[in-house]
C-alpha cells in the first residue's frame, strides 16, 4: 500500500452581515419645538383660509358655512353617495365630493 499526502486546501472566509454589525454613537438635540397642530394659510378665491393639514387623513373636508363663504360652484341636483368615516368612527354625510 502506498502513503500518498493528500492535499488539503484551506479557504479562510470572512462573512460580513449587517446584522453582525454594531454602531454605537450619540444624537444631541439643541432645541425641541413643540407644535400641536400644523396650520397652513391657503388662498381660496382670493381669500385666505387657515387649513389644519394632516397628512395622513384621506379627505378633507370644510363646512357649509365656509364653502359658501368662499362662493365655490356648487350643483344641488348632484347628489353622492359617499360616505365619510372619522377615525372615532362618526359618520359624515358630505354635500359634494
Not at 7 to 34: C, M, P, R, W
Not at 42 to 56: A, E, H, P, R, Y
Not at 88 to 94: E, L, N, V
Amino acid at each position: 500500500m502506498s502513503k500518498q499526502k493528500e492535499k488539503v486546501n484551506a479557504i479562510q472566509y470572512d462573512h460580513y452581515d449587517s446584522e453582525d454589525a454594531l454602531f454605537i454613537g450619540t444624537v444631541s438635540v439643541d432645541s425641541i419645538q413643540q407644535c400641536k397642530e400644523w396650520k397652513e394659510s391657503i388662498s381660496i378665491n382670493k381669500q385666505s383660509v387657515v387649513f389644519k393639514l394632516d397628512t395622513g387623513a384621506q379627505a378633507n373636508i370644510i363646512s357649509e358655512k365656509l364653502f359658501r363663504k368662499l362662493s365655490l360652484p356648487y350643483n344641488r341636483t348632484e347628489k353622492t353617495k359617499i360616505k365619510l368615516v372619522t377615525y372615532d368612527r362618526h359618520k359624515i354625510s358630505p354635500i359634494i365630493t
